[in-house]
């Protein structure tokens, strides 16, 4: 990310002009909050009450009562997913524009300053600590859920009774959120100044992530996607925090987490293919939608091994190139190899402008 929403705002004492580009991006939180405060005071007014219930509650109830009474049995609500949700997730997706926004300026913004990294740790800190949040949040509430309903003392639920599969409410919240969160990712490309470069990865990410979410959840495969995403963000929280402590780590001193890191990654992989299998081939009968959630998964997990082996390859070739270029000296006045270039990219702006200085008095 170029430039985050705090960083924009302190760049230039002059205000842009109204409704310009820069004037959107500098205040795109505040705007949206507004936004979503008309559906909030929405739910004050009697005349339009009914019409933002349908984009911040929750709908599609099956338990025969409303939320706000009481259950006759004293069961939790259960639900199902439906057209409804489409508006809900329109919803949600302003309030993850939001978070987004208050996590940048008020905590990321502030820790990376007293950092003084380089632009392209700095890019890669800013993305690993907005998704570590997430990730983070979305491991914990998915195994809590995944407690809730007992899955792992009785994993034959997973299957049970399908397609006719309910969810209690914080489950039914819980793809809410992550449809909303995947497609916020898109307007975050403008708001936060995206490079066009960084651009594709981006999309590719949101995309495939909110198909295959919304493929789970309206093709009633509610459960299975909640353990297989909880198995997913498991290995990218641990491959969050390894990245996050290798933009600090120039001595390797913590090499041996990369090992860890993919070990865990292929432990999860293996855990998602038999896990789907199990329920998808085994578990569930015979059916269309069965067969393209299993044939989904499989490409997706092969994909992401792909791109697993492909980092692999890049990493060692690299260290190659990198002990190849280390040998070589400094022939050439102002000539440099591949490893001080590197250790001068690493420097803040400042740093690399003195250290080009001190090397032209020499």
Same mark, same amino acid.
């Given at each position: 990310?170029?430039?985050?929403?705090?960083?924009a705002?302190k760049?230039?004492?002059?205000?842009?002009? #109204?409704?310009?580009?820069?004037?959107?991006?500098?205040?795109?939180?505040?705007?949206v909050?507004?936004?979503?405060?008309? #559906? &909030?005071?929405?739910?004050?007014?009697?005349?339009?009450?009914?019409?933002?219930?349908? %984009? &911040?509650?929750?709908h599609?109830?099956?338990?025969g009562?409303?939320?706000?009474?009481?259950?006759?049995?004293?069961?939790p609500?259960?639900?199902?997913?439906?057209?409804?949700?489409?508006?809900?997730?329109?919803?949600?997706?302003l309030?993850?524009?939001?978070?987004?926004?208050?996590l940048?300026?008020?905590?990321?913004?502030?820790?990376?300053?007293?950092?003084?990294?380089?632009? +392209?740790?700095?890019?890669? #800190?800013?993305?690993?600590?907005?998704?570590?949040? #997430?990730?983070?949040?979305?491991?914990?509430?998915? +195994?809590?859920?995944?407690? =809730?309903?007992?899955?792992?003392?009785?994993?034959?639920?997973?299957?049970? /009774?399908?397609?006719?599969?309910?969810?209690?409410?914080?489950?039914?919240l819980?793809?809410?959120?992550?449809?909303?969160?995947?497609?916020?990712?898109?307007?975050?490309?403008? +708001?936060?100044?995206?490079?066009?470069?960084?651009?594709?990865?981006?999309?590719?990410?949101s995309?495939?992530?909110?198909? !295959?979410?919304?493929?789970?959840?309206?093709?009633?495969?509610?459960?299975?996607?909640?353990a297989?995403?909880?198995?997913?963000?498991?290995?990218?929280v641990?491959?969050?925090?390894?990245?996050?402590v290798?933009?600090?780590? =120039?001595?390797? /001193?913590?090499?041996?987490?990369?090992?860890?890191?993919?070990?865990?990654?292929?432990?999860?992989? !293996?855990? @998602?293919?038999?896990?789907?299998?199990?329920?998808?081939?085994?578990?569930?009968?015979?059916?269309?939608r069965? @067969?393209?959630?299993?044939?989904?998964? %499989?490409?997706?997990?092969?994909?992401?091994?792909?791109? %697993?082996?492909?980092?692999?390859?890049?990493?060692?070739?690299? =260290?190659?190139?990198?002990?190849?270029s280390?040998k070589? =000296?400094?022939?050439?006045?102002?000539?440099?190899?591949?490893?001080?270039?590197?250790?001068?990219?690493?420097?803040?702006?400042?740093?690399?402008?003195?250290?080009?200085?001190?090397?032209?008095?020499?």
């Amino acid at each position: 990310m170029a430039i985050k929403p705090g960083i924009a705002r302190k760049a230039s004492n002059k205000n842009p002009p #109204f409704f310009s580009h820069e004037f959107v991006i500098q205040n795109h939180a505040d705007i949206v909050s507004c936004v979503a405060m008309v #559906f &909030v005071a929405g739910l004050m007014l009697p005349a339009t009450a009914t019409t933002a219930t349908i %984009f &911040v509650g929750l709908h599609h109830n099956t338990t025969g009562a409303e939320p706000s009474q009481e259950h006759p049995r004293g069961l939790p609500f259960a639900y199902e997913s439906g057209w409804k949700d489409w508006c809900c997730v329109f919803f949600y997706t302003l309030i993850c524009i939001i978070l987004h926004a208050l996590l940048q300026e008020y905590l990321i913004d502030k820790v990376s300053k007293k950092l003084h990294l380089s632009k +392209f740790k700095l890019g890669r #800190f800013n993305d690993s600590c907005q998704l570590l949040v #997430f990730y983070l949040i979305s491991l914990v509430w998915g +195994f809590d859920v995944i407690i =809730r309903e007992g899955y792992i003392g009785q994993i034959s639920l997973l299957w049970d /009774k399908f397609p006719e599969h309910s969810m209690i409410f914080l489950h039914k919240l819980y793809f809410v959120i992550q449809l909303a969160y995947y497609f916020h990712i898109l307007p975050e490309l403008y +708001f936060q100044k995206v490079k066009k470069e960084d651009h594709q990865p981006k999309i590719i990410h949101s995309i495939c992530s909110f198909s !295959f979410i919304a493929l789970a959840y309206f093709l009633n495969f509610q459960r299975i996607g909640l353990a297989l995403l909880t198995l997913h963000y498991t290995s990218e929280v641990i491959s969050h925090i390894v990245q996050l402590v290798d933009i600090f780590d =120039r001595d390797e /001193k913590f090499a041996n987490l990369h090992l860890i890191n993919k070990s865990v990654f292929l432990a999860t992989r !293996f855990a @998602t293919l038999v896990l789907s299998v199990l329920t998808l081939h085994y578990g569930i009968e015979s059916s269309s939608r069965a @067969t393209i959630a299993l044939a989904a998964v %499989f490409g997706l997990q092969g994909y992401l091994i792909f791109q %697993f082996l492909n980092d692999i390859l890049r990493a060692k070739r690299e =260290r190659q190139q990198e002990k190849k270029s280390s040998k070589k =000296r400094v022939g050439k006045s102002g000539e440099k190899t591949k490893k001080d270039r590197k250790e001068e990219n690493d420097l803040p702006e400042a740093d690399q402008h003195t250290s080009k200085e001190a090397k032209k008095l020499k």
